[in-house]
């Protein structure tokens, strides 16, 4: 009986809206157009939709399977459980501990990003953008993200609110933030696309937004491409990181795990590609960098909206976006190191919530401080390493290691025969390309850069 004694979601819509809530984030707005921008855009785009399909979808099920067939509200708990049940090696559960520990990190970096989001609705709500030249509005964002002072109440902010929903549990606090914040959150966005596509329809954007994200240049399909396509689309579903563990260990078992397990991919890329078409008519429009990066975000919008009809409140309500794609995510990042402190020292949600958050905050200060201690977590430490070798021991337990009728009773009633036919890419296809991404990624962060400064010694 999977979680036995652990909180559950109270209907199927809310375990839908936690866990849409805790894939839609910042990855899907500031992160997908900074990538998609920088890697050709349609190729980007075809790329990441089959990463989506034959590994995110099959690691998310797998994710959902532990889950829900652990006995245990943690992930690392779960993973030991079903290591009894199946008769393998605890060591299996590393795949449980890597994830936790990711998910540990990046919460600590994306309150820092959070911040950046939360400091930009009151620029747009007072002016800070009017009247100022592309290299001005540059400048702002190098002056916040340089200026600890100005970054720290909103970065206390965010991570006290973080703390204090899942403080609440999973009822009263995460459950409540996302059924209430997502369908907001998708009303603005589905209002901001519009407006993005109105606005910029006679000088051209739309239309060439349209042909930079689905009419793709198969050229600029390369390694390079494939890598941050499937790297982005893990980032995207949050798989990697423990959180669908823990949130599968609150399933109810009337829920089909494959179908809750296609229906978060298929909204979860709806919302990043909708997202697209709220960004890139409006840069297409002024002639702005498409390919800015994470620039886009931060730098490339506001030079566009400071001139717009009512950019000063669009600019406004869609970083206000943001923040509540933000806050979901951050709740379901902080939520399995959580669950794991409070199993494993017996203390209450409440305690274990503010013990754990006070970890991540004071971890935190050393990315609102420095970039470099910033970029080392995100592209040096988690993203090429930590999240897929996690995502890779789960695959592999759940498809050749996980005893057999356990599997069978996860993926039984209405969701069988997807599940069945998921489980050929859990076992065949998603363990492959996790290891491509893995090896191509430590190698591209560590072992060409030390072997070029060897060379160049």
Request: aromatic content about 14%; charged content about 10%.
């Amino acid at each position: 009986m999977a979680g036995a004694g652990t909180a559950q979601w109270s209907s199927r819509f809310a375990f839908i809206m936690a866990a849409v809530g805790s894939s839609v984030g910042l990855g899907n707005l500031w992160r997908f157009s900074a990538e998609a921008g920088t890697n050709g855009g349609g190729a980007f785009i075809l790329i990441y939709l089959l990463c989506i399909v034959f590994v995110g979808l099959p690691v998310l099920m797998s994710e959902y399977i532990i889950g829900r067939a652990g006995q245990a509200s943690s992930a690392v708990k779960s993973m030991d459980d079903l290591n009894d049940r199946s008769g393998t090696s605890h060591g299996w559960s590393s795949g449980a501990w890597l994830g936790m520990i990711a998910s540990f990190l990046i919460v600590s970096f994306y309150c820092v990003v959070a911040a950046w989001v939360m400091a930009y609705i009151p620029k747009f709500l007072t002016g800070a953008f009017d009247g100022q030249t592309p290299d001005q509005i540059a400048g702002q964002f190098g002056d916040l993200v340089g200026n600890p002072t100005k970054v720290i109440p909103y970065f206390l902010i965010f991570g006290i609110l973080t703390a204090y929903l899942v403080s609440r549990g999973v009822n009263r606090g995460i459950e409540i933030a996302a059924k209430y914040l997502m369908p907001l959150f998708f009303i603005l966005l589905i209002g901001l696309a519009a407006y993005a596509v109105v606005t910029s329809s006679a000088q051209g954007g739309a239309q060439k937004a349209f042909n930079f994200l689905f009419k793709p240049d198969f050229t600029k399909i390369n390694g390079q491409v494939a890598n941050s396509a499937l790297g982005q689309a893990c980032f995207s579903l949050g798989i990697g990181n423990a959180i669908m563990i823990t949130y599968g260990s609150y399933l109810p078992r009337n829920i089909s795990i494959p179908k809750a397990a296609l229906t978060v991919s298929v909204t979860d890329t709806l919302v990043a590609l909708i997202a697209g078409f709220a960004i890139f008519p409006i840069v297409f429009a002024n002639d702005l960098d498409f390919a800015a990066g994470a620039g886009i975000f931060f730098q490339t919008l506001p030079t566009a909206l400071s001139s717009a009809p009512g950019g000063n409140i669009v600019g406004a309500a869609f970083f206000f976006l943001a923040f509540f794609a933000a806050i979901t995510s951050s709740v379901s990042l902080l939520e399995p190191t959580v669950a794991w402190v409070a199993e494993q020292f017996k203390m209450t949600k409440a305690k274990a919530a503010w013990l754990t958050a006070a970890l991540v905050i004071a971890l935190g200060f050393g990315s609102v401080f420095s970039s470099a201690f910033f970029d080392l977590i995100d592209t040096g430490i988690v993203g090429p390493i930590i999240a897929p070798l996690s995502a890779l021991l789960v695959v592999l337990f759940t498809g050749w290691r996980l005893n057999k009728d356990i599997l069978d009773q996860e993926l039984g009633g209405e969701g069988e025969a997807l599940g069945r036919f998921l489980m050929i890419f859990v076992k065949w296809v998603a363990p492959i390309f996790i290891f491509l991404v893995l090896v191509s990624g430590t190698y591209d962060k560590w072992i060409k850069p030390y072997m070029a400064s060897g060379a160049a010694g």
